[in-house]
């Protein structure tokens, strides 16, 4: 579960990609998605990866010079709902 505030913020960055999706040259963004056939029993490592690839990458982002600021946001979630 998570809380009210973090689904907000979530939200918001959500929102804001959208923004940049319409507004935003291709050459200062990334959009991308795929969809796939999945273990589910395998949820648990694929977000450990996504863990260690976020910490990667800020690490490589973060250094040199900073001079805008950026929002990585990675989404891995089920299309169809079950009960």
Same mark, same amino acid.
């Given at each position: 579960? =998570? =809380? /009210? @505030?973090?689904?907000?913020?979530?939200?918001?960055?959500? $929102?804001? /990609?959208?923004? /940049?999706?319409?507004?935003?040259? &291709?050459? +200062?963004? /990334?959009? =991308?998605?795929?969809?796939? @056939?999945?273990?589910?029993?395998?949820?648990? $490592? @694929?977000?450990?990866? &996504?863990?260690?690839?976020?910490?990667?990458?800020?690490?490589?982002?973060?250094?040199?010079?900073? =001079?805008?600021?950026? $929002?990585?946001?990675?989404?891995?979630? @089920?299309?169809?709902? +079950?009960?």
């Amino acid at each position: 579960m =998570t =809380t /009210s @505030a973090h689904r907000r913020r979530q939200k918001q960055i959500l $929102e804001k /990609s959208l923004e /940049s999706l319409e507004n935003d040259k &291709i050459e +200062t963004r /990334s959009h =991308t998605g795929m969809t796939m @056939a999945i273990d589910p029993k395998k949820i648990p $490592e @694929a977000k450990k990866m &996504i863990q260690d690839f976020n910490r990667k990458i800020c690490e490589f982002l973060e250094s040199g010079e900073q =001079t805008q600021v950026y $929002e990585l946001s990675i989404g891995l979630f @089920a299309l169809q709902k +079950t009960e």
